[in-house]
């Protein structure tokens, strides 16, 4: 005896979205909660590489090739930051707190001012040197005189830079939508931060280089207070003023002042590779605000 076959149902297959396979993967428009985004951990690594390497000088002067290895190193992070902000999800996490934006903004601002009045002085200071050069040449000590008067209004308005840069403090915080929104807060703060950070050393340094300066080509004893500052400076810098004043060149051997041209030409090198460098930072820090105020306009 055969057994029957029972009946079955069964259902058809729900038909197919019309939107298809993609409508199901939504995109968030801010940035994950539960990860970081590869530019912010980018970012993270960044900054915690320069503190580093910047936090061991203790009194220790700085050479100029340590300084413009810094202001490659910032340069790089503006331009990881500006990549970041060019992201739909940054953008759209930091509409969400405009007035923490527009602060940071005058901050940034404050930072372009500061590049942009070094980049003018140091360019003076470069012709200045040139001249220098030539008159230590001629053994001219009216304008070798001149040139030290030329330092301390050089070693004066950077001083005034470094207070400037104490205005640019790090953006008020906000309360974040979600944990996206406080990492990328936090990571602005941080680049703001670590700008301040470099921007300070770099004046401070070319700064104490010349309070040295300043005085020994002019005949004057240091303070102990000037002589720590001193050790704080540009190696570079310092050694043209180690080599004796720059007065009474008519008394100096031919080998003295064949020497003290040497280093001159020397330190004519390094003020060139840091106008170099502080201008590609001043460019990084423009783009950096055009990218924040599209951000708010766009």
């Known amino acids: 005896m055969v057994s029957g076959y029972r009946r079955?149902?069964?259902?058809?297959?729900?038909?197919?979205?019309?939107?298809?396979?993609?409508?199901?993967h939504v995109r968030s428009t801010s940035l994950p909660c539960s990860r970081s985004h590869p530019l912010i951990s980018q970012l993270k690594d960044q900054i915690n590489y320069l503190k580093t390497t910047w936090s061991g000088t203790g009194n220790q002067a700085a050479s100029s090739g340590w300084l413009c290895d810094g202001l490659k190193q910032l340069k790089a992070i503006h331009e990881s930051l500006d990549d970041l902000l060019q992201l739909p999800q940054a953008r759209e996490s930091l509409r969400r707190h405009s007035g923490w934006i527009e602060k940071l903004l005058d901050d940034i601002l404050g930072l372009v001012d500061v590049y942009g009045i070094f980049q003018s002085l140091v360019l003076t200071l470069r012709q200045d040197h040139l001249a220098a050069q030539v008159s230590v040449r001629r053994r001219d000590d009216s304008k070798a005189a001149a040139y030290a008067k030329?330092?301390?209004?050089?070693?004066?308005?950077?001083?005034?830079?470094?207070?400037?840069?104490?205005?640019?403090?790090?953006?008020?915080?906000?309360?974040?939508?979600?944990?996206?929104?406080?990492?990328?807060?936090?990571?602005t703060r941080d680049v703001n931060e670590v700008t301040a950070m470099v921007s300070a050393t770099l004046l401070c340094g070319i700064s104490s280089s010349f309070t040295l300066q300043?005085?020994?080509?002019?005949?004057?004893?240091l303070s102990r207070k000037a002589s720590l500052d001193h050790d704080k400076g540009v190696k570079e810098f310092q050694q043209v003023g180690a080599l004796g004043r720059f007065w009474e060149l008519r008394k100096k051997g031919d080998e003295e002042v064949k020497m003290v041209l040497q280093r001159m030409a020397e330190m004519e090198g390094c003020i060139g590779e840091i106008e170099c460098g502080s201008e590609k930072v001043f460019r990084s820090l423009m783009n950096t605000r055009v990218s924040l105020l599209n951000v708010l306009t766009q």
């Open 8 to 24: 079955s149902l069964s259902f058809p297959n729900p038909p197919a979205s019309k939107l298809g396979k993609r409508a199901i």
């Open 150 to 187: 030329a330092l301390r209004k050089f070693a004066y308005e950077m001083d005034k830079l470094v207070s400037a840069l104490g205005k640019c403090s790090a953006p008020v915080g906000f309360e974040p939508a979600c944990d996206g929104d406080a990492e990328l807060a936090e990571i």
């Open 214 to 221: 300043k005085s020994s080509w002019m005949g004057m004893r």
